[in-house]
């Protein structure tokens, strides 16, 4: 069965290898588009970003659970004759580490970024579900209005600017969103955990961790190395979640490191 998710082969180079490349929660293939484009020049990697389900290009689902998006990368994989690795970051972070632990057998490498295998009992970006869902959008007339709509309420321009990327104007001159927030607010609770499994992956893993992020604790590194024993954890000063835009060099010399 072939894949349903959306994604750009980015390949200067044809290699025995790809990296396919998860976003986080709101974001989209487009976001990862520029490390893409330099991992393909400077590594030995075909390169391969994807829309996840419920966001950008790819299909709309009721359906939204680590295991669900775990078994769409899973799918993924069969479009390539290759040997695969991944990377993921936040919630393609969660589901990259499903994917590779429920099976190992299929990837070669994992970087997860700025995320852990745990429960989160809250986070301010899962609310932001919530907050776009009360959008009006039908009172909306443009995407200035919109971002001052939310202002209020998200007080970091950067973050308001990242989530309104998903916001478009249809062919009827309409605003709507291209990611699934019906279904993002029924599977909230989904978003928040990291499913119990026994398996693990003992391929090379690496973890990446935005020094003033608290998403990867301490107390959260012998639960890494129960599933990820051949773990190894790098932390990217002056960044936060996004350590891949807010630091992007220090990061892409990580992945250099990590994949050369």
Not at 76 to 86: H, P, W
Not at 93 to 116: H, N
Not at 213 to 241: C, D, M, V, W
């Amino acid at each position: 069965m072939s894949s349903l998710l959306s994604f750009n082969h980015i390949s200067k180079n044809k290699y025995d290898e790809i990296l396919i490349i998860a976003h986080g929660l709101f974001g989209s293939k487009t976001n990862w588009m520029s490390t893409a484009k330099f991992l393909s020049e400077n590594l030995h990697l075909e390169i391969v970003v994807v829309d996840l389900r419920n966001h950008g290009s790819s299909f709309w689902s009721d359906y939204h659970d680590y295991f669900c998006i775990a078994e769409d990368l899973i799918k993924l994989t069969e479009s390539f004759s290759k040997s695969v690795n991944l990377l993921g970051h936040s919630m393609g972070g969660k589901a990259a580490m499903v994917a590779s632990i429920s099976r190992p057998e299929v990837f070669k490498k994992l970087v997860v970024v700025d995320i852990s295998p745990v429960n989160y009992a809250g986070s301010g970006f899962v609310n932001y579900i919530e907050l776009l869902h009360e959008l009006n959008l039908n009172e909306i007339n443009s995407r200035k209005e919109a971002d001052t709509n939310l202002q209020k309420k998200i007080v970091d321009r950067n973050i308001r600017s990242f989530l309104l990327q998903n916001l478009y104007l249809d062919e009827n001159k309409n605003y709507n969103w291209k990611i699934n927030l019906e279904s993002l607010k029924k599977n909230i609770e989904n978003i928040k955990l990291f499913p119990k499994t026994q398996n693990s992956f003992k391929g090379k893993t690496l973890f990446i961790k935005g020094k003033n992020s608290n998403y990867i604790q301490e107390k959260h590194l012998p639960i890494i190395s129960n599933f990820f024993p051949n773990y190894s954890l790098r932390e990217i000063a002056n960044s936060g979640h996004w350590p891949h835009t807010e630091q992007q060099d220090l990061f892409r010399k990580e992945l250099l490191t990590f994949f050369m």
